[in-house]
């Protein structure tokens, strides 16, 4: 069982949050939040795998 770094809960499941986040190019990507349910506080992060695959395909597709 995985327990929370900020409140030392027990975790047995995350909640997403949905988050935008940008590089210093100015570049901003879809950005997923992993966050505890019992002090809402970020776990981690990560780019959302689903928004970059989507991203991409529309990429693509603007190019051809």
């Not at 997923?32 to 981690?44: E, L, N, V």
């Amino acid at each position: 069982m995985a327990i929370c770094p900020h409140c030392n809960s027990q975790v047995t499941r995350l909640n997403l949050e949905a988050l935008s986040s940008s590089s210093f190019m100015g570049i901003e990507w879809n950005t997923i939040a992993y966050t505890c349910p019992t002090c809402q506080k970020i776990i981690s992060t990560q780019i959302d795998p689903i928004a970059i695959k989507s991203d991409i395909v529309n990429e693509i597709k603007n190019r051809i």
